[in-house]
């Protein structure tokens, strides 16, 4: 990793009042800040604390969040028929679900040029999770609705991994807080001809902490979807435009290519697609027991996908060893000012069924 340049350090000193800054500890729980869990295994699943089940018709689903890290969503149990004995099936990668599962992520980039990165929760950078807990209403089986606010640490500043269980440093862990953040999840049936699709809101809102002012700030939301699971369902991804369909791509397969996009290569020589402007929406297709069942999601600018394959071990071929990663953009700000107070958020909207009720909810497919 390189160190941060000296150019930064007037931005460092404006930023002394509200740096997050903690002593390192060997405990889970932070001793400062009881609502911060601290060196969480990276690689390891954090634990489902809360639910939000809702059932269609023939498909229903079953999200498991995690409140300790931030509301991030761990589980997505699909089950293509209520009625039926066959189990759900868990599409979800949330093995390190402070860099996995399904979350909001913030990407701003500063006048100087420096690269911000803050997630619902973090870690993995410094080789461990961490996050902050959530509180939320239950008394509705279709709605989490977060009733405190996260401190939102960023996740890296310019490519160095930070984190709030240790010691603020301005060459190794410049870690800082801009904002506190809240889930608000929720579902509802949406009524075919061919029964009741599900319609799924996941959205994240902001609430900064000071006065902000960015070259440049994209929100996002991630989807970490198992490879494993893709293989075993025959996963297939279509990409429509206003006159055009692209798929069915398979995004489990390495050397996939897509042609609505830009290839992008980091500087770990990882691959990743930036899906194009003009795709007006994509669908994911599971076949679960024989019952084609897809997630469509509406998007207007852009996204990312890529296949990850050795996040968890050095095998590439060996599905356990990573993810499939799909990013939905909000929309970029350039020139972005939040002022200290002001609450923003960003939504993201699922649709899930069958692919005669996602046609008839509008999102044709060939």
């Known amino acids: 990793?390189?160190?941060?340049?000296?150019?930064?350090?007037?931005?460092?000193?404006?930023?002394?009042?509200?740096?997050?800054?903690?002593?390192?500890?060997?405990?889970?729980?932070?001793?400062?800040?009881?609502?911060?869990?601290?060196?969480?295994?990276?690689?390891?699943?954090?634990?489902?604390?809360?639910?939000?089940?809702?059932?269609?018709?023939?498909?229903?689903?079953?999200?498991?969040i995690s409140s300790a890290f931030g509301g991030i969503a761990v589980e997505l149990w699909l089950d293509p028929d209520q009625l039926d004995d066959s189990p759900a099936v868990n599409v979800l990668e949330a093995k390190s679900g402070s860099g996995s599962?399904?979350?909001?992520?913030?990407?701003?980039?500063?006048?100087?040029?420096?690269?911000?990165?803050?997630?619902?929760?973090?870690?993995?950078?410094?080789?461990?999770?961490?996050?902050?807990?959530?509180?939320?209403?239950?008394?509705?089986?279709?709605?989490?609705?977060?009733?405190?606010?996260?401190?939102?640490?960023?996740?890296?500043?310019?490519?160095?991994?930070?984190?709030?269980?240790?010691?603020?440093?301005?060459?190794n862990n410049p870690?800082?807080?801009?904002?506190?953040?809240?889930?608000?999840?929720?579902?509802?049936?949406?009524?075919?001809?061919?029964?009741?699709?599900?319609s799924v809101r996941n959205a994240?809102?902001?609430?900064?902490?000071?006065?902000?002012?960015w070259y440049k700030y994209l929100p996002?939301?991630?989807?970490?979807?198992?490879?494993?699971?893709?293989?075993?369902?025959?996963?297939?991804?279509?990409?429509?435009?206003?006159?055009?369909?692209e798929g069915p791509l398979v995004p489990y397969q390495a050397g996939l290519t897509v042609q609505h996009s830009i290839l992008d290569i980091d500087s770990e020589g990882n691959i990743s697609w930036l899906i194009s402007e003009e795709v007006t929406y994509a669908v994911f297709i599971w076949q679960i027991y024989g019952q084609d069942i897809g997630m469509a999601i509406p998007m207007t600018n852009g996204a990312n996908l890529s296949l990850e394959q050795y996040v968890y071990c050095d095998n590439p071929a060996d599905d356990t060893c990573g993810s499939i990663r799909w990013i939905t953009n909000a929309e970029t700000s350039l020139n972005a000012s939040f002022p200290n107070g002001s609450t923003r958020t960003y939504a993201f909207e699922y649709q899930i069924g069958t692919l005669t009720q996602l046609e008839f909810l509008g999102f044709h497919l060939p």
Request: glycine share 6%; hydrophobic share 35%; proline share 4%.
């Open 220 to 245: 996002t939301q991630a989807l970490y979807l198992s490879r494993s699971v893709a293989r075993q369902q025959q996963l297939r991804l279509f990409l429509v435009g206003q006159d055009w369909v």
């Open 204 to 213: 994240y809102s902001l609430h900064s902490l000071v006065d902000q002012y």
């Open 175 to 198: 870690v800082m807080a801009f904002d506190e953040g809240q889930l608000n999840l929720s579902a509802a049936r949406r009524w075919t001809p061919t029964g009741f699709a599900l």
């Open 1 to 64: 990793m390189h160190r941060i340049s000296t150019r930064l350090s007037s931005l460092l000193i404006i930023l002394t009042l509200f740096l997050s800054a903690f002593p390192a500890q060997a405990s889970t729980r932070h001793p400062v800040r009881p609502d911060l869990t601290c060196y969480y295994t990276w690689n390891t699943l954090p634990p489902v604390t809360h639910r939000l089940v809702l059932a269609g018709d023939p498909a229903s689903l079953d999200i498991g």
């Open 101 to 171: 599962g399904w979350q909001f992520t913030g990407h701003t980039t500063t006048y100087d040029g420096y690269q911000l990165i803050t997630n619902q929760a973090a870690g993995n950078h410094r080789g461990y999770q961490w996050g902050y807990s959530t509180t939320y209403t239950s008394n509705k089986l279709n709605a989490l609705s977060g009733t405190n606010w996260a401190h939102n640490d960023i996740d890296s500043f310019d490519h160095i991994g930070t984190s709030p269980c240790e010691l603020f440093n301005a060459t």
